[in-house]
């Protein structure tokens, strides 16, 4: 659940303006490449996998979630390996990740899993970057500035995708919640305190960026 560039499809360079800013991009390779059609593939999952769950097919929701999950991790390397990395596969990157997340943390949340606060942090977090993205666009600095994911982000990730899992794990054998349900727990909350803190770095790269684009206006 990324807010900017595919994550980990970035490799050239390092920040200039450290962990979550801008980042020299490599070529573009196109549109049919392997990555992007593993992030398709989650794209198609998602809705999928919340049909299934909402319908009570838990069985069928939890290999769908975990083949969903997994290309999460597969497009990275293969537009690393293969050399494949492309713009379009940075914006379908983490609309996919956003839609499996939105997918996911709503089914559970609904069925009374997860509490309900925590897809609202995750949406609300997600409508600031996008709000934040949108006025790096209006102030014509989006063009200059491409955001690379953060540690905090990546670990977020991680942790929403072993909080499902766990969860769906559950659901499926009942007597394993009573011994899971404590880890569950700490991971939902180390995922939320993950998810606010890429959101305070993010903020502190568009705020960056923001006085960038203003301070020489001043000078004038």
Not at 5 to 17: E, K, S, T
Not at 62 to 70: D, E, H, N, T
Not at 99 to 110: I, K, M, N, P
Not at 134 to 162: D, E
Request: charged content about 15%.
């Amino acid at each position: 659940m990324e807010p900017a560039a595919g994550r980990g499809r970035p490799v050239a360079g390092q920040a200039a303006a450290g962990e979550g800013g801008p980042e020299a991009g490599p070529p573009d390779a196109g549109t049919l490449t392997v990555p992007n059609a593993l992030t398709a593939l989650r794209l198609l999952l998602a809705p999928v996998f919340l049909v299934l769950y909402a319908a009570g097919d838990v069985r069928h929701a939890l290999p769908v979630f975990a083949v969903a999950a997994s290309t999460d991790l597969v497009d990275g390397l293969a537009a690393r390996v293969l050399h494949q990395h492309s713009r379009l596969g940075e914006i379908l990157d983490p609309v996919a990740d956003k839609l499996l997340a939105f997918c996911a943390l709503v089914a559970l949340a609904w069925a009374g899993r997860v509490p309900g606060w925590l897809p609202a942090l995750v949406v609300g977090r997600d409508v600031v970057l996008v709000s934040g993205a949108w006025l790096l666009h209006v102030l014509g600095v989006a063009q200059r500035l491409r955001v690379i994911p953060t540690r905090a982000g990546k670990y977020a990730t991680f942790a929403l995708a072993t909080l499902v899992f766990g969860e769906l794990v559950c659901d499926v054998e009942p007597a394993l919640l009573a011994a899971l349900a404590p880890w569950l727990a700490a991971v939902g909350l180390l995922m939320a305190f993950f998810v606010v803190v890429s959101l305070l770095q993010y903020a502190g790269v568009f705020t960056r960026a923001v006085r960038g684009h203003l301070a020489p206006a001043e000078s004038r």
